[in-house]
């Protein structure tokens, strides 16, 4: 699984599981980093809005895995919202990773968290001023590749008014009981590569009866299904841990499910509660 990668629409290879460092510090994301490169991973997700990009870095670096074979992906913060701000955290970005270099950069979300699912304001104009200072960071090979999170179809038809190079990644929420196949549909026929976050509903899935009759069929775990899921709908897949169990567990993935079970799993009926993640505007609650 380790070795199994997509091609980016410039040619770069990205793994096709990652590890997700969302609600990790510095310390703690720095051991899970060592811990999944040791385990084989070689794509580590972060975020300026993670706050551990430093402990990241360091896990990176201290790793017996050379440079070249690791995928690092970060994000500009979504409340950077201009050419200006967004250029100045792409720097800050590659002075807390000290790594020379990014692999992929986001924009995290089309609007500032406090007004997702709050707000009916996309910052059409604001973003392709932010995806400007992504593609001058691409050209001047800070970054190797770029593109956006959280997007919706409107907000890449709005930046494709004005980009120059094509939006490479759209990582999103996607998960069973909330597959926006549309928007997934979309990216892929515009050659955009969709990453999932939260495979797992953030850990929401683990108490669904449906997916754990599911999980049970294919006699694996939840986690395995839901990753698995994702990955046959053609996606990168980011499950977030800091258990190297965990991390073992969720790329033993040698099994299929059947057109049959997949066709099942995306009607099951929408998880709406995501517990005491549900605060999370990425989840609908607010902050």
């Known amino acids: 699984m380790f070795e199994e990668t997509f091609v980016l629409n410039n040619g770069v290879k990205i793994p096709k599981l990652a590890l997700g460092t969302w609600l990790m510090d510095d310390r703690t994301a720095e051991r899970a980093v060592s811990d999944a490169l040791r385990l084989g991973y070689r794509h580590i997700d972060t975020a300026q809005a993670y706050e551990n990009e430093r402990g990241v870095g360091r896990g990176v670096r201290g790793a017996s895995v050379a440079r070249k074979e690791i995928f690092v992906t970060s994000k500009v913060a979504a409340e950077c919202k201009s050419y200006a701000s967004a250029a100045a955290s792409i720097d800050e970005s590659l002075a807390k990773l000290d790594l020379g270099y ?3 950069m986001l924009i995290h979300s089309p609007q ?3 007004e997702v699912n709050q707000s009916d304001n996309r910052y059409f104009e604001e973003n392709r001023e932010v995806y400007a200072a992504l593609e001058d960071a691409y050209r001047a090979g800070k970054v190797r590749a770029i593109g956006v999170s959280n997007f919706l179809v409107e907000d890449l038809e709005s ?4 980009a120059k190079v ?3 990644v759209n990582q999103i929420l996607a998960h069973i009981s909330n597959t926006p196949t549309d928007l997934i549909a979309y990216c892929q026929a515009a050659g955009i590569v969709v990453e999932a976050y939260s495979p797992v509903a953030h850990g929401e899935a683990l108490r669904n009866p449906e997916i754990v009759q599911m999980a049970e069929k ?3 775990s939840v986690a395995r299904l839901c990753i698995k899921y994702d990955l046959q709908l053609g996606m990168v897949v980011l499950p ?3 258990n190297p169990a965990h991390m073992q567990a969720n790329a033993d993935l ?3 499910i059947s057109d049959e079970d997949m066709t099942r799993l995306k009607n099951i ?3 709406k509660d995501y517990g005491a993640s549900s605060f999370f505007p990425v989840f609908g609650g607010k902050l």
């Not at 930046?159 to 004005?162: D, G, K």
């Open 102 to 104: 990014i692999d992929l």
């Open 112 to 114: 500032p968290w406090m």
């Open 159 to 162: 930046l494709a008014v004005t």
């Open 166 to 168: 094509p939006p490479m």
């Open 218 to 220: 294919y006699g694996v």
């Open 240 to 242: 977030k841990t800091a």
């Open 254 to 256: 040698d099994f299929t």
């Open 269 to 271: 009926e929408r998880i």
